[in-house]
């Protein structure tokens, strides 16, 4: 081999290196998307886990799904979207906040604002009588 | 004292209604496919025969998903026995897809308990998740233009499968 082919080898391995580097970074950029996605969807086989956490047979392959469906390039919506189809509303752990879905997201506020408002009343109330 | 009384009157059904929604077994839910098309499948026998179910449109179709090791499939393959006597004669097709089981599993549940429906293999449980199983049995009834138009989610009974099967084949209750 002369040292033209070697010094050409050389460099094509260097080349090699980002690439590689690019590949694994790829993939596991690809585990970190199904992972979050996976937090987000309900196991419908266990109660409140999500599928990115649960043990089940069922929840292991919705995961797989979901690696799938990120590799065809479909986005977060579309992968959301894909399980509201075909298990409806619940298999969100966030679920969207509109319709029924809206009392998860006032309730708390109402509570604590009633809560606070009612705190005040009173207190204003015996600081009169007080007085 | 009257405020907080109405304050109350409007939190506690709110409170109520929560904690009946959060708490409800979602296999009860009605399904989302009810009135959509059947998502489709190619799947195996356990003979290797291939199915899909494009290939049975114009008949109603009933789609159950079962597992050896799940006690109310075994009652519930008694009934689907039953009413492949009479409605396979009528064109519904019955199929038994096999969910987190082995074939093997599959034919010595046969053997021993007779045979039912065509068991079908869905590998990666791909059929499943298609049609929102969240346990098993889970049933599912296909007009001839492959609407999903009825679930079971639990054991399937004679009267469902009458009832059912009767509106898809002759339309109407029996």
């Known amino acids: 081999m002369t040292v033209r082919k070697k010094t050409g080898l050389v460099l094509l391995g260097l080349l090699m290196v ?30 409140g886990v999500p599928i990115a956490d649960s043990p089940s047979g069922l929840a292991a392959e919705m995961m797989n799904e979901v690696k799938e469906q990120i590799r065809q390039g479909k986005t977060d919506e579309e992968i959301f979207q894909a399980y509201v189809a075909r298990y409806g509303e619940w298999v969100l752990l966030k679920p969207e906040a509109k319709g029924s879905n809206l009392l998860i997201w006032i309730l708390p506020v109402l509570v604590v604002g009633g809560g606070a408002v009612g705190i005040i009343y009173e207190i204003r109330k015996r600081n009169k009588v007080s007085a | 004292m009257k405020k907080w009384g109405l304050f109350l009157l409007i939190l506690l059904p709110m409170v109520g209604l929560l904690y009946f929604s959060l708490t409800r077994n979602p296999r ?9 098309p059947a998502p489709h499948f190619e799947l195996t026998t356990l003979d290797g025969e291939k199915v899909s179910l494009a290939g049975l449109q114009g008949h109603p179709v009933v789609v159950n998903f ?19 006597q009479v409605y396979q004669p009528q064109g519904v097709s019955f199929y038994s ?16 308990y007779g045979t039912g429906a065509p068991v079908l ?7 499943a998740i298609d049609y929102g199983v969240a346990g098993v049995p889970e049933t599912f009834f296909i007009d001839p233009n492959g609407v999903v138009v009825f679930k079971v989610a639990g054991v399937l009974t004679p009267g469902v499968i009458r009832e059912q099967l009767h ?8």
């Not at chain 1, 980002?18 to 309900?42: F, T």
């Not at chain 2, 897809?97 to 021993?112: G, H, Q, V, W």
């Not at chain 2, 293999?121 to 059929?127: A, E, F, K, V």
């Open chain 1, 18 to 47: 980002p690439l590689l580097a690019c590949g694994g970074k790829k993939s596991e950029d690809l585990d970190a998307r199904a992972k979050r996605l996976g937090s987000q969807l309900r196991c419908p086989v266990c109660r």
């Open chain 2, 28 to 36: 009860d839910l009605p399904s989302a496919l009810i009135g959509k």
């Open chain 2, 66 to 84: 079962w597992a050896t090791w799940c006690g109310p499939c075994l009652q519930e393959h008694r009934f689907i026995k039953q009413a492949l």
């Open chain 2, 97 to 112: 897809i096999l969910y987190e089981d082995t074939p093997e599993n599959a034919r010595s549940f046969m053997s021993k």
């Open chain 2, 121 to 127: 293999i869905d590998p990666g449980l791909r059929t």
């Open chain 2, 167 to 174: 509106r898809l084949t002759q339309g109407g209750v029996p």
